[in-house]
């Protein structure tokens, strides 16, 4: 009998369809992985297991009766238990307090025997876990520990783990994969979100694969090959008919040598990056989402001041300009016109709450020796990227965040174009788009290409970058896996080079 | 088995956030809001003291604009509305300065005591200059200290500024101690004998509410038209967004500070120097707090923040005409004002939110039994 099983499972947010006739099984004493690339519901799914969504259509089975669950409470009732990517623990309690909160049981509370069975639980699988250990002196491996105890000691015996490796390191991954196993041993079934090919390989018993929110496959790990699970998450090759014309006489703008940056708890997110981006050319960079891109993007952009390495700016005189430790209005004053399309367009690259006319302004309200501002500069902008890029809004005094998600993008890009750059980049600058507006983006990208500026395009479509790219810089967490020529790469090719663990480099051209 | 029961707890309503609110909806469920709260309270008034509710509405009003108050409810107006546009400016940046009782208090002390040291020895118009530079300056240094601490470290200006209230207060109360050996809890006019701001036109406080009025048009352009008011809205509403910009988030925090903590000294100053001329602890009387409120209710915008002030002094001041009048207790009228409160700042909850009841999906799940 299934411990857990979806039937027809189908979940909208507004029109968007997050989850669409999905099917899922877990035996007891199984590891189940379920694959799929950003965006592809993985989260969406899991939560409505959790309690957390409530499905619009489908069935939920719990060792084969119906169930519905409407709260995370009743997802506990029924022994299923959600480690979320992002702890919800409480800092200044120690691990058992944590682990206790919010239990309500007939007994007195009794801290001590509460600690015995954490150290129980512990002992059983092989966690290390100190009891008395307040959470904010762990390391995150640490709190993802207790994060499991806690459902362990509610009784779980269907465990989720939402992409629990995307916190650890290596040798802390290996010893969550023990565990794991250790689990599925003594009966539990376990679900692991990832999108990495070698873990899957690795822990699981078999493979679901989503695509775009739909229902690809269940197959036995046992039986499959990283080819074979690319290809079924990333799909066939579609023809898009992007135009893509040769670049003319390109030349060296950007020159990025060994770049590294560590993040605040001092995991390295970039890994000695090197590439070039050349004027006319747009440079393509793949990779799963989260691998580094964003980082790399905003270190050139100035807004990691502890990046170490070399950025170096080659002007249309062939003058160097060195960007490393410089402030984006530092950047802007040595005369480096450098535009950058922000991958979270309201939180970075505009201001929800202010009109069109004010979001124009960002970049150049300064300009002036008075102390007011001029709004006559950014009105004019505003209405020739409105009328030129079509942008649908009530006026230019409408607040950005009322606009749709292609009408902003229009208003970022347009207002990063206007500044006539020599270096355009732009983060997954389609996301969330329907078909006419990313037309509309990549046209734009295109006619900036044929201009002689050097685009770089972080993108999560393969077959987007494959159509659109000159060449295509392939990252995997952090490091440059590959630089490909993007007329004669593969999907195949590409995907591969996505999920490739540190290790050899093909730094072809 | 025990699950079989949970398919009718589907929950009966899910709250979701309106995108956009017309200016109309805005009204009428503030307008609904108000009916209720009066409403409300004249089924209190007539439970717990028998009272004619209209009666009482009407004893409200005069004791706002009954004869010769009204003058002095609007200087009341214009102080508060002071201090409510001296916490705007940090509130636009989000950042929770709820210390302006404190940074008001300086401004008093700092005002009084030139009074009292200089006054006599220098000419009054020098005096009064000189008043006018102390109040504001010191208001700016209780201002900065919280917000340099928070642009260098991340610490919570909501605590730092709150705990720079109560050193203000001591300071006020060792400086009472000084200037007056018989040990009284005030330092009044006998003492501050100069300094007092002139009467204009033969009226008490007109040249105070003339300052706040120019304030107030002043703030409003600075918020709206100046390249300082923009950054502070940029950092106000996204960090990221000001750092992708290069805006020195430090730095504009540290200066709107200052702006803060200088409006907060000039309302010390004309509390002390062009209305009170005494000083105590409790002269703020807790108008750093109520600034906070006006300053919300207002949504941050300097003219709206004239009727909010305009609706909070009113109450006040018609609540302890309730109280005298009738003979009830102070502590009724408090509740009435609550009341009115209770409803004005509740009904934000439903401008900003909708609520929508499950009818089609719980019919749904019924027909599936």
Same mark, same amino acid.
């Given at each position: 009998?299934?411990?857990?099983?979806?039937?027809?499972?189908?979940?909208?947010?507004?029109?968007?369809?997050?989850?669409?006739?999905?099917?899922?099984?877990?035996?007891?004493?199984?590891?189940?992985?379920?694959?799929?690339?950003?965006?592809?519901?993985?989260?969406?799914?899991?939560?409505?297991?959790?309690?957390?969504?409530?499905?619009?259509?489908?069935?939920?089975?719990?060792?084969?009766?119906?169930?519905?669950?409407?709260?995370?409470?009743?997802?506990?009732?029924?022994?299923?238990?959600?480690?979320?990517?992002?702890?919800?623990?409480?800092?200044?309690?120690?691990?058992?307090?944590?682990?206790?909160?919010?239990?309500?049981?007939?007994?007195?509370?009794?801290?001590?025997?509460?600690?015995?069975?954490?150290?129980?639980?512990?002992?059983?699988?092989?966690?290390?876990?100190?009891?008395?250990?307040?959470?904010?002196?762990?390391?995150?491996?640490?709190?993802?520990?207790?994060?499991?105890?806690?459902?362990?000691?509610?009784?779980?015996?269907?465990?989720?783990?939402?992409? #629990?490796?995307?916190?650890?390191?290596?040798?802390?991954?290996?010893?969550?994969?023990?565990?794991?196993?250790?689990?599925?041993?003594?009966?539990?079934?376990?679900?692991?979100?990832?999108?990495?090919?070698?873990?899957?390989?690795?822990?699981?018993?078999?493979?679901?694969?989503?695509?775009?929110?739909?229902?690809?496959?269940?197959?036995?790990?046992?039986?499959?090959?990283?080819?074979?699970?690319?290809?079924?998450?990333?799909?066939?090759?579609?023809?898009?008919?992007?135009?893509r014309s040769e670049p003319k006489n390109p030349v060296d703008r950007l020159v990025v040598n060994h770049l590294n940056l560590k993040n605040s708890e001092n995991v390295k997110i970039?890994?000695?990056?090197?590439?070039?981006?050349?004027?006319?050319?747009?440079?393509?960079?793949?990779?799963?989402?989260?691998?580094?891109?964003?980082?790399?993007?905003?270190?050139?952009?100035?807004?990691?001041?502890?990046?170490?390495?070399?950025?170096?700016?080659?002007? #249309?005189?062939?003058?160097?300009?060195?960007?490393?430790?410089?402030?984006?209005?530092?950047?802007?004053?040595?005369?480096?016109?450098?535009?950058?399309? #922000?991958?979270?367009?309201?939180?970075?690259?505009?201001?929800?709450?202010?009109?069109?006319?004010?979001?124009?302004?960002?970049?150049?309200?300064?300009?002036?020796?008075?102390?007011?501002?001029?709004?006559?500069? #950014?009105?004019?902008?505003?209405?020739?990227?409105?009328?030129?890029?079509?942008?649908?809004?009530?006026?230019?005094?409408?607040?950005?965040?009322?606009?749709?998600?292609?009408?902003?993008?229009?208003?970022?890009?347009?207002?990063?174009?206007?500044?006539?750059?020599?270096?355009?980049?732009?983060?997954?600058?389609?996301?969330?788009l329907d078909i006419n507006s990313s037309y509309t983006i990549y046209n734009l990208l295109n006619e900036q290409k044929e201009n002689g500026v050097a685009v770089i395009f972080v993108?999560?479509?393969?077959?987007?970058?494959?159509?659109?790219?000159?060449?295509?810089?392939?990252?995997?967490?952090?490091?440059?896996?590959?630089?490909?020529?993007?007329?004669?790469?593969?999907?195949?090719?590409?995907?591969?080079?996505?999920?490739?663990?540190?290790?050899?480099?093909?730094?072809?051209? | 088995?025990?699950?079989?029961?949970?398919?009718?707890?589907?929950?009966?309503?899910?709250?979701?956030?309106?995108?956009?609110?017309?200016?109309?909806?805005?009204?009428?469920?503030?307008?609904?809001?108000?009916?209720?709260?009066?409403?409300?309270?004249?089924?209190?008034?007539?439970?717990f003291t028998g009272d004619n509710p209209i009666s009482i509405y009407k004893t409200i009003f005069d004791g706002a604009f009954g004869k010769g108050r009204t003058l002095v409810t609007?200087?009341?107006?214009?102080?508060?509305?002071?201090?409510?546009?001296?916490?705007?400016?940090?509130?636009?940046?989000?950042?929770?300065?709820?210390?302006?009782?404190?940074?008001?208090?300086?401004?008093?002390?700092?005002?009084?005591?030139?009074?009292?040291?200089?006054?006599?020895?220098?000419?009054?118009?020098?005096?009064?200059?000189?008043?006018?530079?102390?109040?504001?300056?010191?208001?700016?240094?209780?201002?900065?200290?919280?917000?340099?601490?928070?642009?260098?470290?991340?610490?919570?200006?909501?605590?730092?500024?709150?705990?720079?209230?109560?050193?203000?207060?001591?300071?006020?109360?060792?400086?009472?101690?000084?200037?007056?050996?018989?040990?009284?809890?005030?330092?009044?006019?006998?003492?501050?004998?100069?300094?007092?701001?002139?009467?204009?036109?033969?009226?008490?406080?007109?040249?105070?509410?003339?300052?706040?009025?120019?304030?107030?048009?002043?703030?409003?352009?600075?918020?709206?038209?100046?390249?300082?008011?923009?950054?502070?809205?940029?950092?106000?509403?996204?960090?990221?967004?000001?750092?992708?910009?290069?805006?020195?988030?430090?730095?504009?925090?540290?200066?709107?500070?200052?702006?803060?903590?200088?409006?907060?000294?000039?309302?010390?100053?004309?509390?002390?120097?062009?209305?009170?001329?005494?000083?105590?602890?409790?002269?703020?009387?807790?108008?750093?707090?109520?600034?906070?409120?006006?300053?919300?209710?207002?949504?941050?915008?300097?003219?709206?923040?004239?009727?909010?002030?305009?609706?909070?002094?009113?109450?006040?001041?018609?609540?302890?005409?309730?109280?005298?009048?009738?003979?009830?207790?102070?502590?009724?009228?408090?509740?009435?004002?609550?009341?009115?409160?209770?409803?004005?700042?509740?009904?934000?909850?439903?401008?900003?939110?909708?609520?929508?009841?499950?009818?089609?999906?719980?019919?749904?799940?019924?027909?599936?039994?």
């Amino acid at each position: 009998m299934n411990a857990l099983e979806l039937k027809n499972v189908t979940k909208k947010f507004g029109k968007v369809v997050a989850n669409k006739n999905v099917n899922l099984t877990v035996k007891s004493g199984e590891i189940l992985a379920v694959l799929g690339e950003n965006g592809s519901g993985k989260t969406t799914l899991m939560n409505m297991i959790a309690g957390i969504y409530y499905p619009d259509e489908g069935e939920i089975f719990v060792n084969g009766n119906p169930v519905t669950i409407a709260s995370p409470k009743d997802a506990f009732d029924l022994h299923i238990g959600m480690i979320h990517q992002h702890f919800k623990l409480v800092d200044i309690f120690t691990a058992t307090e944590n682990i206790v909160l919010g239990i309500k049981d007939k007994k007195r509370f009794n801290l001590k025997d509460a600690e015995k069975k954490v150290i129980e639980i512990s002992s059983k699988y092989g966690f290390e876990i100190d009891p008395k250990k307040k959470i904010y002196e762990m390391s995150v491996s640490e709190k993802q520990t207790v994060e499991i105890v806690k459902v362990l000691y509610r009784g779980a015996d269907i465990l989720i783990l939402d992409e #629990p490796t995307a916190v650890l390191t290596p040798q802390e991954t290996e010893k969550l994969f023990k565990v794991l196993k250790k689990m599925r041993d003594d009966g539990k079934s376990i679900i692991i979100i990832t999108h990495k090919m070698h873990e899957v390989l690795s822990v699981s018993d078999r493979v679901t694969i989503l695509r775009r929110g739909e229902y690809i496959d269940t197959v036995a790990t046992a039986e499959t090959n990283e080819a074979e699970l690319t290809e079924m998450m990333v799909g066939k090759r579609v023809s898009l008919n992007i135009d893509r014309s040769e670049p003319k006489n390109p030349v060296d703008r950007l020159v990025v040598n060994h770049l590294n940056l560590k993040n605040s708890e001092n995991v390295k997110i970039l890994d000695d990056v090197s590439f070039t981006a050349k004027s006319g050319e747009i440079l393509g960079i793949a990779g799963i989402a989260g691998s580094g891109q964003k980082e790399l993007l905003e270190s050139i952009a100035g807004l990691h001041t502890s990046a170490q390495g070399e950025i170096t700016y080659i002007d #249309p005189q062939n003058k160097e300009i060195n960007l490393m430790e410089k402030t984006p209005v530092q950047i802007r004053e040595l005369g480096v016109r450098l535009s950058f399309v #922000p991958e979270d367009r309201l939180g970075m690259g505009l201001v929800g709450n202010m009109d069109i006319i004010d979001n124009m302004m960002l970049r150049s309200y300064k300009k002036g020796k008075s102390m007011f501002l001029d709004r006559q500069p #950014p009105k004019k902008l505003a209405k020739s990227i409105i009328d030129e890029l079509e942008v649908v809004t009530p006026s230019a005094t409408t607040p950005v965040r009322r606009l749709s998600g292609g009408n902003v993008q229009k208003v970022l890009v347009g207002r990063e174009i206007a500044s006539s750059p020599t270096v355009l980049m732009a983060a997954y600058p389609v996301r969330g788009l329907d078909i006419n507006s990313s037309y509309t983006i990549y046209n734009l990208l295109n006619e900036q290409k044929e201009n002689g500026v050097a685009v770089i395009f972080v993108g999560e479509d393969l077959d987007v970058l494959l159509e659109l790219c000159d060449r295509i810089l392939v990252i995997s967490s952090g490091t440059v896996s590959g630089i490909v020529d993007g007329r004669t790469a593969t999907k195949e090719g590409v995907g591969l080079l996505m999920t490739k663990v540190k290790g050899a480099k093909e730094n072809e051209e | 088995m025990k699950n079989k029961s949970k398919r009718t707890h589907e929950p009966l309503f899910h709250i979701s956030k309106r995108t956009d609110v017309s200016l109309k909806t805005g009204i009428i469920i503030r307008i609904v809001a108000i009916i209720l709260a009066l409403i409300v309270c004249g089924i209190v008034t007539k439970i717990f003291t028998g009272d004619n509710p209209i009666s009482i509405y009407k004893t409200i009003f005069d004791g706002a604009f009954g004869k010769g108050r009204t003058l002095v409810t609007i200087h009341e107006i214009a102080i508060l509305l002071c201090v409510s546009l001296a916490v705007t400016p940090a509130f636009r940046m989000k950042f929770w300065n709820i210390g302006a009782e404190g940074q008001v208090l300086i401004g008093c002390l700092s005002t009084a005591m030139c009074m009292f040291y200089l006054g006599g020895k220098i000419p009054d118009g020098l005096l009064m200059l000189i008043m006018a530079i102390f109040a504001i300056v010191s208001g700016i240094i209780w201002g900065i200290i919280p917000a340099f601490f928070k642009a260098q470290w991340g610490t919570n200006e909501t605590l730092f500024t709150l705990m720079m209230n109560y050193v203000a207060i001591q300071l006020i109360e060792y400086f009472l101690k000084i200037a007056d050996k018989s040990g009284s809890n005030v330092v009044g006019p006998d003492l501050l004998t100069h300094g007092w701001f002139p009467t204009l036109f033969g009226t008490n406080y007109l040249l105070n509410i003339l300052i706040v009025a120019v304030l107030t048009v002043v703030l409003y352009i600075y918020l709206k038209y100046s390249k300082h008011g923009y950054e502070i809205s940029v950092v106000g509403e996204s960090e990221n967004t000001a750092r992708y910009i290069g805006i020195n988030v430090k730095k504009v925090i540290i200066r709107t500070m200052a702006l803060s903590g200088a409006i907060c000294g000039l309302a010390g100053l004309l509390l002390v120097g062009g209305a009170s001329h005494s000083i105590d602890s409790n002269l703020a009387d807790g108008r750093g707090f109520t600034a906070i409120m006006v300053s919300w209710l207002a949504k941050f915008n300097p003219f709206t923040m004239i009727l909010t002030t305009l609706l909070i002094v009113f109450l006040e001041r018609g609540a302890d005409e309730v109280s005298s009048k009738f003979g009830l207790n102070s502590d009724f009228a408090q509740i009435l004002t609550g009341i009115i409160l209770f409803f004005i700042i509740g009904c934000e909850f439903f401008i900003n939110y909708k609520i929508n009841f499950n009818h089609k999906k719980r019919a749904q799940v019924k027909e599936e039994k």
